[in-house]
Structure formats: structure tokens, C-alpha cells
């Protein structure tokens, strides 16, 4: 049976939620969003990498992950604005909370986007349209910042339809639409095919998704390798058998969970339970790294069969983003708790993993080590630099002033 899948995009979202800020801090200043403007960097001394822009930003060929130095070259009247998570995590589940209103089946894939399984909600392509819409404007009309929606079959398709024209658009790709719609884009723009994968297939000479979709699935395996190749040949025909997964995703906390296909008991646990919990755990990983975010008190969670809902956390030495902390720690909480739910002769229908107690890196406490070894080595730093004054001081007593230079230009 087909599924009707949304894929949510915000538009420009640090950038928009930026100018939301700055409107909200000083009504009817000009709007970020209607000049060449960028998040990114330190605003007053210039350094670091641009991480939104604004749609007029565009049109100078601005572009993301790029230094701010250079944006600059590019378009010298760029009004710079710096970062401000903590604002853009309230917009974010503003936004969410609002998909949340037509659907549990809500995926959130990173700050400013997300999945929706609408199969239930919409029976027809019109339908699944109109709600597309409705979406949408419910989205600016009460927030006041724009989406767009991608409307196909599967996850992969919805997200190539979200990233056509922008604003504040619907756009479908449905399998029918693949060869007009999808083929015609160069490879890069294949969501899940990386930078340096592009790179190397257009060095030997495929330019467009329609181009890989030329070549059989053996070519590309013997180009990419088994793995990779099998991949983008699934995705330029458009085939992504990945399902809508809920994301338990509070303010608070990132956390990922699924339903296990089979009940979980002591006996299939090793088996079944712990490569799970170690996909989810790399999935949190892979969330907050992408929105910059670490977590200092890692959690796992189980429903059983009884439906009930346990829980069990403990709060890591350092706030981290790192997979294998992550996973490493989820996977002795869910033995300590898993330990006494099967001595109760339960087992287990959902697991999740996830971490809270969120900060952005600058409230990372260092750990003991850390301090001891930095500790020493300004400790080794110094010594050093005792010795070589002393000699300095020698040698110039002896010989003069000018006989010793230090490498530094500007000393
Ligand atoms: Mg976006």
C-alpha cells in the first residue's frame, strides 16, 4: 500500500528566526529576511563560517559553511547577525508542536525539519495537497515564519520535493514525477549522496541524477562500491523503504525510539536489543551533532508488553554529542534497567535512547583529566619558556641586545 509523506522544511531557518528576534527586540527594524543578511561567525571580528543566509543573500551566491571573510568579498553590504539557539530551539518546537496538531506521526529530522505520515489524513492526492497547504499557512500565518512541504511516497522523495523552488511552497514528487522533476538535477542535489561522492562521480563524468539513473545497479556498485553503489541506485529511481519514525522530541531532550519487530526478552536480547540500541544512539548522535547541540544526562526508555512506560538515566561527566559515549552508556543503563522488568517476567515492545540537560558547547565543564592534562601541559609551556628567557638573558649580556631575535614578527 502507498503513503503519503510530508516532508516540513523550514525556510532559511536560523536566518529567519533570527530576523524574528531582532523584530521582536526592535519593532520595525528592517527585516533580515528582505536584505542580503547571513547567521554565522563572530559579527565583530569577522571569523568563522556563514550558517544561513537570507533568500536576497542568495542572488550573491552566498553560501553555507563558507567563511564569513569571504561572504563578505562577495557582498560587502552583508548584514551579519550571530547565532542564538536558545531562541531558535523554541521556534523549533513551536514548529513541531504545530505539526503535532494533525498527526503523532511526526519525525523530526533535525532542528528545522521534519517527516509526516499522512497516510491516514489525506486519501487522495488532493487531499494530501490541500492539507499540504494547510499546512503550511498555519505554519506562517501563527509563527511568522515560512515552510516548505514536500509531498510524496517515501521519506527520500518528500525531501527532494521540499528543496524545489522556495519560499513558502508545496512541491510533490511522486515516482510518475521522477524522470521531468528529479533526473534533470545535478548529482550533488541527490539528498544522501555526500560531497565527496558527487565529486567523484561527476570527475568521471555523471552531471545529472538522470545520468546515474542511465547506468545499471552493477555499474554504480563497481564505481562506488557494493554498499554506496546499491544505495544511489535505489535513490535515483527513487526507492526508500524507510518508514516515518516518532521522535520523542521534548525542548528539553533529543531522543530517538522505535518499536521492536519482535518482543524483547532475556533470551533475544543480546540478539536483537543491543544493535538497536546502538542505531538509536548513533541517530542521537547524528542529531546533535548536526544542530550543534550536546547533552550532559543520557537516558533509555522501554514500553512493555504490559504497555507500560520505564525509564532510567544518569548524568554523564562531560556534556557530549560523541555516538559512542552515547551508546556505551545507554547500553548499561537498558541492561540495569531491562535486569529487573525480566526478572518480572516482562519484555519489551519499545526501546529508546536519548539525552538531556542540553548546551551548546559553551557550558562544557571539563572533565578532571582534561584539566590535569591541560594543567600540565601549560605547566611543561612555562618551564619551557623560563628556560629559553634565561638563555636569551645569557646570551645577551654577553653579546648585546640585538644578538637574539625571537621568531615572532610582531614581538
Ligand atoms: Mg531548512
Redesign the pocket.
Known sequence: MSRTIFHV?????FLSWSALEQLKEKPGSVDLRTIPSAVGGDVQTRHGVITAKSIPAKAYHIQTGEPVVKALEKCPQLVLVRSNFKAYRGYSSQFISILREYTDQVEQASI??AYMDVSGLAHNREEALALAVRIKDAVRDRLGFTVNVGISENKFLAKMASDFEKPDRVHTLYPEEIREKMWPLKVRDLFGCGAATAQQLNEMGFHTIGELAACSGQMLKSILGEKRGEYIHKRVHGIDDSFVETVRQEAKSYSNETTTAEDISRENYDRVAIPIIRQLGKKVSERLKKDGVYGSTCFVQVKTGGFQRHSRQTRLKHSTNDAKTICDTAVVLMKELTGRLFDEGEVLRLIGIGVSGLDHGEYRQMGMEDWLQENEQNRQRSEKKKKLDEMVKKIRSQYGESAVFTGNADR
Open positions: 522544511d523550514v525556510n532559511s531557518a528545522d525539519e
